[in-house]
């Protein structure tokens, strides 16, 4: 069983940053991951870091953020930088021994998220 709490989230102005955190509890998945999901639309991947640091990171946010990982802590963290309104979003914590990829079926368990607003 995993147990995953987000933490960070809240509301800037377009081009401002914002850090999510997500800590962990129970077994240590070997892929975590942050999705976010906007009112009337479906839940979309952000970015994936595996056991190892593998990363993957969705074409809307490269360039912009940063998952990171620590497994000691069995914490992960999403750095945003230069937000946009379109990243505004219920941010969700995701893990999973799945197949690590940024479909939200790959994911057994997640957190109860964390609201991100970007205004213009």
């Known amino acids: 069983q995993v147990q995953l709490a987000e933490s960070g989230g809240g509301s800037v102005e377009a081009g401002g940053s914002l850090r999510l955190s997500c800590a962990g509890s129970g077994a240590l998945a070997w892929y975590m991951a942050w999705f976010r999901q906007a009112p009337g639309k479906e839940r979309e991947g952000v970015a994936i870091?595996?056991?190892?640091?593998?990363?993957t990171y969705a074409d809307a946010v490269k360039g912009r953020f940063t998952i990171s990982r620590d497994n000691a802590k069995n914490t992960l963290h999403l750095y945003m930088n230069n937000l946009k309104p379109d990243d505004t979003a219920m941010y969700y914590c995701?893990?999973?021994w799945g197949r690590g990829t940024l479909f939200p079926k790959d994911y057994a368990y997640w957190g109860q998220g964390t609201q991100v607003t970007v205004s213009s």
């Open positions: 870091r595996d056991y190892d640091g593998k990363t």
């Open positions: 995701a893990a999973g």
